[in-house]
């Protein structure tokens, strides 16, 4: 409740037309069950039903903690009543109880709004500003950052939240010193932000999610604001999909993502525009 626009390098409303992008985290006014494990989320994939979590900060160098409120609270944050809250996830579990989660992902594009498009912004908004809170635990000298790349960590806790921690390698590199003082301070050091965009590329979640993570990892190339349609092309070359295969060869895995909106390049133009350090 305390964040100021002036907290961070980027504009917040700018990472709001990203992640209301399909390539990032989609638009949808009614509850839905997330791919991969069923728990409802809203509006850019706001989680609906997480209790509140204690996350310990194991980097004894930062000693700025994280901040996990439940979802509840997180919706009443965002000036939202909680009664409403309760009967949203009530229709929700009924309409898995009736459809399941793969007849409930076939029933997205008919569900009536539950929500409007100001109260999904509004809780859009205040995952944002938590995403902020806790991309400054995860990183020892977030402030420091160019504009691109605190928007980079900021998607990284908002898309992953306490999964990130998980990403030992890159937080590592991301914290690490070198002959310079801390390494987060020299953003022109090419060769230190290839090594920390090559430690996520090599991830799960960049192979299963290529075309959101090109677009998040471009973003930690200090250069990336005087060409960001090259610095996708860079990561691009180097990231490869996840491939299954089936009867007649092999395909790509694609994300699973729920919109009727697309902001890709008019997302990718605002997220060229930063502000000066």
Excluded at 141 to 147: D, I, P, S, V
Excluded at 209 to 220: G, N
């Amino acid at each position: 409740m305390e964040f100021k626009a002036s907290d961070v390098k980027f504009d917040v409303d700018d990472l709001m037309d990203i992640l209301r992008d399909k390539r990032h985290e989609g638009w949808v006014l009614a509850a839905y069950p997330d791919p991969k494990t069923g728990q409802p989320l809203i509006g850019a994939g706001f989680s609906l039903d997480l209790p509140e979590r204690i996350h310990i900060q194991h980097d004894p160098l930062n000693p700025h903690p994280f901040l996990e409120p439940s979802s509840a609270d997180l919706w009443q944050a965002a000036g939202l009543e909680p009664a409403r809250l309760d009967v949203l996830l009530a229709q929700f579990h009924d309409r898995m109880d009736a459809w399941s989660k793969t007849g409930f992902r076939r029933q997205i594009w008919s569900l009536e709004p539950q929500i409007t498009q100001a109260d999904a912004n509004a809780l859009l908004r205040i995952g944002i500003v938590q995403a902020i809170y806790n991309a400054k635990a995860y990183c020892r000298n977030f402030e420091r950052l160019g504009a691109s790349q605190q928007m980079a960590m900021t998607q990284l806790v908002y898309q992953m939240g306490v999964n990130l921690e998980e990403f030992s390698t890159f937080l590592t590199l991301l914290n690490r010193e070198n002959g310079n003082g801390p390494a987060a301070i020299a953003q022109s050091n090419a060769q230190y932000w290839h090594e920390v965009q090559l430690s996520l590329v090599q991830s799960q979640w960049a192979r299963l999610y290529r075309e959101r993570a090109k677009a998040v990892i471009a973003m930690l190339d200090p250069s990336y604001s005087a060409n960001p349609s090259g610095a996708e092309h860079s990561v691009g070359k180097v990231l490869r999909p996840t491939r299954t295969r089936r009867a007649h060869g092999t395909t790509t895995l694609r994300k699973a993502s729920y919109t009727t909106r697309h902001h890709g390049s008019a997302a990718r133009k605002r997220a060229a525009r930063t502000r000066k350090d």
